[in-house]
């Protein structure tokens, strides 16, 4: 069964240095996602990435991060200068089409120390 | 603005006994309704989903959803509950039109199931 996958599963980085979390969306999904979730807290939606552009993003999505989809199998995200408080689960996930369910990843853990 | 409610944080039932996880959403538009389910450690997985027709879904592992209109709830439903599905719970909702694209999803509700 085909499935969206994260790297790494687990990320440790000191405070101010840049991360790129690495997610490979299932192949011919078209729509894709970055959620967070905060330990203990509810799943956050970043951003939407869709036909190569960014079609939605959230308030927490500033200027901080960005989203990239490289080479057409990658989708990375890219925080510049992290923050304690960016220490969360990141979610890649993707969709086919407008009626169909996203599927998430197993996430990356980001611990900012 | 879609938003979605767990009102619970947590439901014990015991082993055997049907389960109820409770979801209601705020509508501007027909809404595209989901259930998640989080085991520790891991992503969100897939159990189930609303878009058109009956109003009883049925999803894996025995889970059953229950579109309700007219009171804007998506109740999670199972007839008998299993110690292996303790885990975390999560209700998404989705407009198809007129409104955001995205999932949004609910604070998560923490079944637990008691041998």
């Known amino acids: 069964e085909p499935e969206v996958t994260q790297t790494p599963s687990h990320q440790v980085t000191q405070m101010g240095q840049e991360v790129i979390l690495r997610c490979v969306p299932i192949?011919?999904?078209?729509?894709f996602y970055w959620y967070r979730q905060i330990l203990g807290q509810k799943v956050e939606f970043l951003v939407s990435f869709y036909n190569n552009e960014i079609s939605e993003k959230s308030e927490i999505f500033d200027d901080q991060f960005s989203v990239e989809r490289p080479d057409g199998s990658n989708f990375t995200l890219k925080i510049r200068s992290t923050k304690l408080e960016d220490s969360a689960m990141y979610f890649c996930?993707?969709?086919?089409?407008?009626?169909?369910?996203?599927?998430f990843g197993q996430g990356t853990r980001l611990t900012v120390v | 603005a879609q938003s979605v409610a767990q009102p619970e944080d947590q439901v014990n039932v015991a082993e055997g006994n049907p389960l109820t996880v409770k979801c209601t959403y705020s509508?501007?538009?027909?809404?595209?309704l989901f259930w998640y389910v989080q085991y520790p450690n891991r992503g969100l997985q897939f159990l189930l989903k609303?878009?058109?027709?009956?109003?009883l879904v049925k999803g894996s592992y025995g889970f059953e959803a229950e579109f309700n209109k007219s009171q804007t709830s998506f109740h999670l439903k199972k007839p008998s509950a299993l110690v292996s599905d303790s885990a975390l719970y999560f209700c998404a909702v989705r407009f198809t039109s007129g409104g955001s694209y995205i999932p949004t999803f609910g604070r998560g509700t923490s079944l637990i199931v008691h041998p």
């Open positions: 509508v501007s538009g027909n809404p595209y």
């Open positions: 609303y878009i058109t027709g009956d109003n």
């Open positions: 996930a993707s969709r086919m089409g407008s009626h169909t369910e996203a599927f």
């Open positions: 192949s011919n999904h078209l729509y």
